[in-house]
């Protein structure tokens, strides 16, 4: 999977927005801005994407069920937090919580919202998984670690940069690889077995595939709304 899906991986973890902030070039803030704003429905719907995923654990029934529920809940409680710190950093770049929550994101941005829930919750837990812990979350720690230091040029440009606003940035990209890694883990328990990919016309892989192209799309799609 991880081979086959490289190409993906690699456009999904570098978009424009991400590329060019990472090579210090600096898009328009407004792209930043943008896209910060669709994509609040994804941080927020996050540990919900991963309490329909534990929902199919059954604690012991299935060999590492226990590992995985312990996995799944422990990443749901750091999510909760990540949706007020990611607040922070909207607040940071001159948007209010009350913006943000009223705000209807872009089609490509529920897309994606909408792949993620019905992977959790109508696929497979392989299928949730791949798609929502080891892509999205995957390539976000990629994006994040290269992005961090350069958005502070954006304090030129007004942008709040202290520890508050920087939080929800700072924390993904002090992340190492150990969240897709265990994703993967927690997939090796399921893709070849019941509840798995076997018998699921979706499969796994595309669940992943699906996610990084929609990803990839809405921050596409976002930069060009912003930067106009």
Sequence with gaps: MIAALAEPWQRAAWPRLFAETADGTLPPLGAWRRVL?????IVESFPKYMALSLAKTTYGLRAGDARVR?????????????????????????LPAATVVAHEPSAEVRALHDHLWQSCESGSLAEGIAATNWAIEGVTG???????????GYEREG???????????????????AHPDEALEA???????????????????????????????????GYDSGAG
């Design 70 to 94: 312990r996995w799944l809940l422990q990443n749901i409680a750091v999510e909760g937090r990540h949706a007020e710190w990611y607040l922070d950093w909207l607040d940071g770049v001159g």
């Design 187 to 221: 997939l090796k328990l399921y893709v070849d077995g019941e509840g798995g990919r076997r018998g699921n016309p979706l499969g796994v892989q595309w669940a992943a595939r699906r996610a990084l192209d929609l990803f990839a799309t809405a921050v596409e799609r």
């Design 142 to 152: 990629v994006w994040s670690r290269g992005c961090a230091e350069p958005f502070r």
């Design 159 to 177: 942008v709040r940069i202290d520890g508050k606003s920087m939080m929800w940035l700072n924390a993904h990209a002090r992340y190492d690889d």
């Design 37 to 41: 704003l669709d994509f609040f429905l």
